[in-house]
């Protein structure tokens, strides 16, 4: 759990965070969002001391990090940014192992963790282990890039604005592999992003900054139903609502018992993403399964009165 309690940063008699305090749980994205210049970055490099605070604590389970020697702090904590920041004469394998060889694991221990992450990834070991940076595309760098900042197991992954160097496609993948990686090793995770769409897609709870100060620290819900300011409305605004919020909910809150055929949907798919198989498919239901076992099946037409009731 990350605590940080009335945290301020000045420059030469400039605020660029005001007395921020918020708490992350342990094993959930938190994303942090704002427009450039809101304080999100400065906010996120003092919890690695990259930055030092005017004013305010920081805690990791309890521990101020400022009692924490640098060194030893940054690499309990791990931290991707934009454009990866790859050792471009370091292979995949090596980039990946650094600071497992910083500190001190076995040669045998830090191929083992490579060889995990890059299949976690879905990057065959044997055919990228040995690459170089430039001989990978720039969603494979990306993916090198998040496997080395949680290769040494860290209690935190900071990432900042880490898909603003990709395309849309290629994007959206990414986030989704994110996802996936988070689920299957219970990291906890804040991110950076000026995107809001990334924010409410990604986030377990988003923070929304602006000019310094902490405006609202809400589920991804109820930053969309509740705005707290017109800044955060402003940047709400313009999408869907009612399909954002079925990109909040999955299909286990609405399953029903009766019978499906088609393609099948894991528990935690979300209703948009029911809703598009179904429309593309044609189909009226499909079947939903949980750990190989079949739970009943989610409709289109209660995926329907789930969208029209948050209108």
């Known amino acids: 759990m990350i605590e940080i309690d009335q945290i301020t940063k000045i420059y030469d008699g400039v605020t660029a965070v005001d007395s921020v305090s918020m708490t992350v749980e342990s094993s959930t994205i938190t994303v942090i969002v704002g427009t450039s210049g809101s304080g999100k970055t ?6 690695n001391r990259l930055v030092e605070p005017s004013s305010g604590e920081v805690r990791i389970n309890g521990e101020p990090t400022a009692a924490i020697e640098k060194h030893v702090l940054r690499r309990r904590i791990g931290y991707a940014i934009q454009g ?13 192992g650094a600071v497992p060889e910083l500190l001190g694991w076995t040669k045998e221990k830090i191929r083992e963790r490579v060889d995990n992450l890059l299949t976690l990834f879905s990057m065959e070991p044997a055919q990228f282990r040995d690459r170089y940076p430039a001989e990978l595309s720039g969603g494979e760098q990306q993916r090198v890039g998040v496997a080395r900042a949680l290769a040494s197991r860290p209690d935190l992954l900071l990432m900042d604005e880490p898909f603003g160097a990709l395309d849309p496609i290629i994007r959206a993948r990414a986030q989704e592999d994110l996802r996936r990686i988070q689920r299957a090793l219970g990291s906890t995770i804040l ?9 409410i897609h990604l986030g377990d709870r988003v923070a929304v900054m602006d000019a310094g100060k902490l405006v609202q620290y809400a589920t991804p819900a109820e930053i ?13 605004g313009g999408v869907d609502r009612p399909l954002r919020l079925l990109s909040l909910i999955p ?7 009766g019978p499906a055929e088609g393609e ?24 939903v399964v949980q750990d190989g076992e079949r739970l009943g099946r989610v409709t289109l037409a209660a995926i329907r009165a789930r969208a029209a009731g948050q209108r």
């Open 42 to 47: 400065t906010l996120l490099r003092m919890i």
């Open 84 to 96: 990866h920041g790859l050792f471009p004469h370091y292979t995949v394998a090596r980039n990946i």
């Open 191 to 199: 991110l950076v992003t000026h995107d809001m769409e990334e924010a």
């Open 224 to 236: 969309i139903l509740n705005p707290a300011t017109e800044f955060v409305a402003e940047m709400v």
């Open 251 to 257: 299909v286990s809150e609405i399953v029903e018992q």
């Open 264 to 287: 099948e949907l894991a528990a935690h798919t979300s209703l948009r993403d029911a809703l598009s198989t179904c429309l593309w498919t044609g189909r009226e239901a499909l079947p």
